[in-house]
């Protein structure tokens, strides 16, 4: 059957963006998934809007992304130019693989990343050596963070196993960190973000976000994923970048 991932999400513009738009579109057309694009049959008011909506295969992916940084080049004119893309998958495959390309350093934010350090090590293990430097930063293990953090994971959600998740996460930081010393900084804080970030190099012009919002007793796989780019969304790049440095300011460093 192969990966599908849903994608929908929308572009405000004023009317000489949504031609410019509506060209880029039609240039890349593919005759299937290019169906996912679509206008209001008839405009209300001032802001013009065209949306996508469509689940593609993952082999799609490149096809999609190579229109939306077509559009993203559009100039912005006045107040116009919001671009909102979500996907509904988790690709740790991925997140390794960016590990693996990333020069200086690498940012984690999250709960306890039950899911995720297990899966990265070996790219975690490899990137360190490389001299790439690591900041995580989790959650406290006892705090009022981790309480909300099993409320929100949903009643059959026990708050030990999570505990004991992030107990296992840590240690295993904590070796690779005595591989290579230095290299990894890990921080608990109590508060639960509203989202998961993994940033690759923020401190460079090539600098990337992927950001994962929280759900409310949702499942991990429908949880809305989007990208800034430092060169391409710069003030939500920025935002994003100054909320994790204010977060690692206040919160603890864990001895490692």
């Known amino acids: 059957m192969g990966v599908y991932v849903a994608i929908r999400g929308w572009l405000e513009c004023d009317e000489a963006q949504l031609a410019a738009v509506q060209e880029i579109v039609s240039s890349l057309a593919d005759d299937h998934y290019s169906h996912g694009w679509s206008t209001p049959p008839q405009q209300v008011n001032w802001t013009h809007y065209i949306f996508y909506g469509a689940d593609i295969r993952e082999s799609a992916l490149d096809w999609f992304v190579s229109q939306l940084r077509e559009i993203a080049r559009i100039p912005a004119s006045d107040d116009y130019g919001d671009l909102w893309f979500f996907t509904e998958r988790d690709d740790v495959e991925e997140v390794a693989r960016l590990i693996g390309e990333a020069e200086t350093e690498v940012w984690l934010l999250g709960t306890t990343l039950g899911m995720h350090i297990p899966f990265l090590k070996e790219a975690i293990e490899l990137s360190v050596a ?15 963070a981790m309480t909300m953090a099993h409320l929100r994971a949903g009643p059959r959600a026990d708050i030990e196993e999570m505990r ?44 990337r976000m992927d950001l994962r919002l929280g759900s409310f007793h949702g499942k991990h796989t429908l949880r809305p994923t989007f990208t800034v780019e430092a060169g391409r969304d710069r003030d939500w790049f920025v935002y994003f970048y100054k909320q994790f440095t204010s977060m690692w300011s206040v919160s603890r460093p864990v001895a490692l």
């Not at 490389?130 to 009022?144: H, M, N, P, S, Y």
């Open 164 to 207: 004991g998740s992030l107990d296992a996460n840590l240690a295993i930081l904590s070796r690779i960190a005595r591989q290579e010393a230095g290299r990894i900084e890990v921080r608990v804080i109590d508060l639960l973000a509203p989202y998961t970030v993994y940033a690759y190099d923020p401190d460079g012009r090539s600098g």
């Open 130 to 144: 490389d001299g790439v430097q690591f900041k995580v930063l989790l959650i406290e293990r006892d705090g009022a």
